[in-house]
């Protein structure tokens, strides 16, 4: 839980909703098929659905800062370098602006292709 103390009091953010931001934020971004899960059984990645978009999002706090990691499946055909900037971009605004929070680090790891 990271939290923000201000004049008038302190509010506090639960990861769960930190990563529903960052998670709503990645899938908007063009040629991003969906968030990406490791299966514990047997170490294959796999598709989440659009109610567990936060299981592809991991979220470390250190100093106040945040770090992200955003596990992605992109579409075919399109350029990885231009997507993940653009996730970066997209999630850093979100972030910033709903909760005044500041990140240190966002990484994009893209775990597989989709036709």
Do not use: P
């Not at 998670?23 to 991003?32: F, K, L, P």
């Not at 659905?49 to 055909?77: A, P, T």
């Amino acid at each position: 839980m990271l939290g923000i103390t201000g004049v008038y009091g302190t509010i506090n953010y639960s990861d769960e909703v930190l990563a529903n931001i960052v998670g709503i934020s990645t899938m908007e971004c063009y040629g991003v098929v969906g968030m990406a899960s490791k299966d514990a059984t047997d170490g294959l990645w796999q598709l989440l659905k659009r109610e567990n978009l936060s299981k592809g999002v991991k979220i470390y706090n250190k100093d106040s800062k945040l770090f992200i990691e955003v596990h992605v499946i992109i579409e075919y055909g399109t350029k990885i370098s231009v997507i993940a900037n653009n996730i970066i971009k997209k999630v850093k605004y979100n972030v910033e602006n709903q909760t005044d929070l500041d990140i240190a680090s966002i990484t994009v790891n893209v775990q597989g292709v989709r036709v």
